[in-house]
């Protein structure tokens, strides 16, 4: 059935493009997939929604590392614990394990350079769960961070004959609605339609719901809105496009988040505070409150990823929303609230923004609010002022009896004394969502009945493997994973036409 039944009533008039494999999405999911593809001989495009320069979505401002674990059973073990209640089908934890295994082995195949990280800035994130021995952080060349292995991969598929197209969102997949197969793809350029045909299949790998305010609200528990540091052209379009042609869905409740940072209305992307890092120490005191104008968590915890401990499980951090860092001029006065030096994030890698070393700029744009009193304060922010000045007495008195005898915060025990003081307001924030259409195995996109759309693949955070907890470098090493196998089972499709 090469050229049909029927597949004449779905092809458009005419095709702008074509290839073998469409890969929509330049980030590591798509480079995986791509330069498979390329290496098994196909002809590959790559529709990139952002700009040259801008591709990469989240994988160019990621903190660089990705897994390779040192033995499939134990990663199968691991992630069958990291699922927990959450549980996925054994055969794609056997997958996910054995390609675990081997990112190293296809990075240095294909001209990478895979070095261990010496000096992880976070180690294995669930120790106890058995298993996690396994886990080994790796990044590409000699240097560690800022943007370095993703242009390990984005110079992957530049020296390869494969066509990219910037600026050209993939917007509806093109469907035979009698087989289901898929055809190619409708994108955008110049705001214009274009048309492209997938002789052989598509593979989806355009991130996650990051910037869908609409979609965070529906799927992500508790959480009225959240911003994230990552892309900001990730917008939920691959689980749109996917839905429309009959996709399944899962894992839409999981994200790596939420923490608490700034977001203001001139960027796209959180910026990260300083004294919330839970190992910076900043001179002077702060407290984060809630609308009440009270505490709820411990300022400085490590949370993993976002899930902090609850009678003994882990669930996403409560963040009652709007939510204010609360200072004093101790703080204000001990140098920038934002870290100038981060190696990751959107805002550092790309938008750059140069935040002032007294914050006297951020406070004459109006991002921070300030007051002679913690009243005045209040009424500033729209918080009750009898309610601050209580919880800040009672965190006063937590440090002078050197113990927070609320959320056992240990970090940063000063107390807000010095006026002037200061608001800021937060933001809940993440750096991805693991959510999307379900996939098998063969990374194929499932139907809600189990049966793959035919000729449509799927890699990376769009419908991760991830259900519930969530081991740091997981995410890269699983676009790599899933993005190979995307692009072996799309070369062995044979093509419609
Ligand atoms: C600050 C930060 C630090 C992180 N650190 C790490 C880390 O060290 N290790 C780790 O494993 N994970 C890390 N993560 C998570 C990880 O970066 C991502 O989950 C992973 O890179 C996702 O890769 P991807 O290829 O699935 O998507 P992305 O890398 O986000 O790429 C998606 C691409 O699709 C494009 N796109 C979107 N919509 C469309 C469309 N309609 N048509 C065409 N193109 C489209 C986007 O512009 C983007 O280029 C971090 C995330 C952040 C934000």
Redesign the pocket.
Known sequence: MENGPGHEYFVPEKWDHEADVVV???????VAAAVTAHELGDEVLI????PEGQ?????R???????NTSSAESAATYLTALCGPYTVPEKMIRVWADAMCRNNEWLSSVGGDPQEHQHPPEGIEFPDLPGSDCVHKFHDGPKYGYSLTWKRFESLVKERSIKILYET??RELIQNRITREILGIHAEQDGKPITVKARKAVVL???GFENNQEMIRNYLPGMPYCY????P???G??ITMAMGVGADLWHMNNF?GPSMALKVPEYPTTFSMQALHFSKVMAGGMIVVGPDGQRFADEKFKTRHGKVPMNGKWKPLATPTPMYLVFDQDMMSAGPLYDKNPS??WNPVVDKYDWSEDNSAELAKGWIKSSDSLAGLAETVGLDPAALEACVTRWNGHCAAGEDADFGRKLMLQPLERARFYALELSPSM??TQGGPRRNENSQVLQPNGDPIPRLYSA???GSIYSYLYQ??????E?LGFGRIAGRNAVAETPWG
Do not use: M, R, W
């Open positions: 929509v999405g330049f980030g590591a999911a798509g529709l990139e929604k952002a591709e990469g979505g989240n994988t401002v990621a903190g660089q590392g990705y897994l969102p993939g790998t355009c991130g994230t540091s990552g892309s052209y990730n917008e379009d691959g790596a990751h994030g750096l991805n990376g955070e769009l740091g470098t997981g995410n890269i090493g676009c």
